[in-house]
């Protein structure tokens, strides 16, 4: 698993927020516990995920807006 960022909105402010994630036939998947990550995006499913790396030549960033989802 890769570090990424998803943002998403709670009490209308964006909050970003470190995970874990891996990329399966064009989604991208993360493991949280309960609390704050999984109760916003429940609420507000509308994210942006990002991710960025570099070397010593250079650097990139992708931004993904979505929508996420509980999966069981």
Not at 23 to 29: C, E, G, K, S
Not at 56 to 67: D, M
């Amino acid at each position: 698993m890769t570090l990424g960022r998803l943002v998403t909105s709670v009490d209308g402010r964006a909050q970003i927020f470190p995970v874990n994630y891996a990329v399966q036939r064009r989604t991208i998947l993360f493991r949280t516990a309960e609390g704050t990550k999984l109760v916003s995006a429940a609420i507000n499913n509308e994210v942006v995920f990002e991710v960025d790396d570099h070397n010593v030549a250079a650097g990139w960033s992708v931004i993904v807006r979505g929508t996420a989802r509980t999966l069981a």
